[in-house]
């Protein structure tokens, strides 16, 4: 297996554009997660699907962020419209089991200019 | 709430030698998972070591071993020969069956001295 796939690995753009990021878990892994990471707040858990269905969104900053996961092999994160204070590295995971070990794409470092 | 410490911000280590980072854990459950993770300049999340709270005996994988003391709730990380490509950021963290979440310390930057 490839592992967690994420698209893009770097995004730039400007202040209240729209932005997607793609993520393609692990084959068979039920859970998906997306969390962001920034050096002031550390790792965070934005959302969490299970079986395609989004479970907890608790961690989702403000509206302007949403996600999707159409399929088991396919979720997105998207920010409309984007602002600087966004600009952080993207994480998504999967796992087989919600409590066991998570599986990490490479990230997506986004730069809100 | 269950929470995570790792005290040390930074390490360093010469080459060949033996570090090891600490972790200690807060929870009232009996039953859970830890885990260290480690975190390269590239950026990719890596599992470098998994323990169930509910086995005895301390989780080995090559180089690496953790010190699992449940009574204590400490879980360190021990690095034998330690290696350039070591140096990285690593995180411990903890999850549970009844909580879907990571819990996640703050990391701790590990430098290898050649």
């Known amino acids: 297996d490839a592992g967690v796939i994420q698209s893009p690995r770097h995004e730039v753009t400007e202040m209240g554009q729209e932005v997607t990021l793609r993520c393609k878990p692990i084959?068979?892994?039920?859970?998906l997660f997306w969390y962001r990471q920034t050096m002031m707040r550390g790792l965070e858990l934005l959302i969490y699907?299970?079986?395609?269905?989004?479970?907890?969104d608790s961690g989702m900053p403000e509206d302007r962020f949403s996600a999707k996961m159409p399929n088991a092999s396919f979720s997105t994160l998207k920010i409309q419209p984007s602002e600087p204070r966004d600009s952080a590295v993207y994480f998504c995971?999967?796992?087989?089991?919600?409590?066991?070990?998570?599986?990490f794409g490479p990230g997506t470092r986004l730069t809100v200019l | 709430a269950q929470t995570v410490t790792q005290s040390q911000p930074e390490m360093s280590v010469q080459e060949a030698e033996t570090v090891t980072l600490s972790c200690t854990y807060d929870?009232?459950?009996?039953?859970?998972?830890l885990f260290w993770y480690k975190q390269p300049p590239s950026r990719q999340m890596i599992l470098v070591i998994r323990?169930?709270?509910?086995k005895q005996q301390n989780a080995t994988e090559n180089r690496f071993s953790v010190n699992f003391q449940k009574a204590a709730k400490s879980f360190s990380l021990k690095i034998s020969d330690s290696q350039l490509g070591d140096a990285a950021m690593y995180f411990c963290?903890?999850?549970?069956?009844?909580?879907?979440?990571?819990?996640w310390g703050a990391g701790t930057k590990l430098i290898i001295k050649p």
């Open positions: 995971a999967s796992s087989l089991y919600r409590a066991d070990e998570q599986f």
């Open positions: 084959s068979g892994h039920d859970y």
């Open positions: 699907f299970n079986n395609n269905v989004p479970i907890d």
């Open positions: 929870t009232s459950e009996s039953d859970y998972y």
């Open positions: 323990q169930e709270a509910y």
């Open positions: 963290a903890y999850s549970e069956d009844s909580n879907y979440q990571l819990i």
